[in-house]
């Protein structure tokens, strides 16, 4: 695991392994890194059977997170969202395909996985796009994408 001063974790209710192993499958540059498991001890505030997974860590594309098996008292919302900066139109329909698995689509480049986390599947080159002093551009593209689920490069160009 890469050395870094802040790790995003995310809460699951039993998923954490589950969700670790799943995304490491699509993300290329990944690792699983330590588990801690749950003891007998404060079985009353956790609920967790002794051995069960408490935490795992693990690094996306060189970011880390930790999977926490916290129960089921917080739910993932669309506040808080991963967003993954793609090069092409390959990287957008490999990504979006495989986290839309189980999960479902949303707008404008969002997608909600199988477990509840928000992802942005985003093109790089529109933060380029918006920030164009032509605002007849920055207007179209903004008006192309509002149509989007998945992003279209081609579309965004053309706008």
């Not at 505030?45 to 060189?62: C, D, Q, W, Y």
């Not at 698995?101 to 404008?108: R, Y």
């Not at 796009?129 to 081609?154: H, W, Y």
Request: negative net charge.
């Amino acid at each position: 695991m890469a050395d870094q001063k802040m790790t995003i974790c995310l809460w699951f209710d039993d998923r954490a392994e589950e969700a670790a192993l799943f995304y490491s499958a699509i993300f290329r540059d990944s690792s699983i890194g330590k588990i801690s498991r749950y003891s007998k001890e404060g079985f009353e505030f956790h609920r967790k059977p002794e051995g069960a997974v408490m935490t795992i860590e693990f690094s996306l594309n060189g970011m880390n997170f930790l999977g926490l098996n916290g129960g089921p008292a917080f739910r993932f919302s669309e506040a808080v969202s991963v967003v993954v900066h793609c090069d092409n139109q390959e990287e957008i329909d490999y990504y979006w395909e495989k986290l839309t698995e189980g999960g479902e689509e949303g707008p404008c480049g969002w997608l909600k996985d199988k477990f509840g986390v928000s992802w942005q599947i985003v093109p790089r080159i529109l933060s380029d796009l918006l920030a164009s002093d032509d605002r007849g551009k920055v207007s179209r593209v903004t008006n192309a994408f509002f149509q989007m689920k998945k992003f279209e490069i081609d579309k965004l160009l053309n706008a």
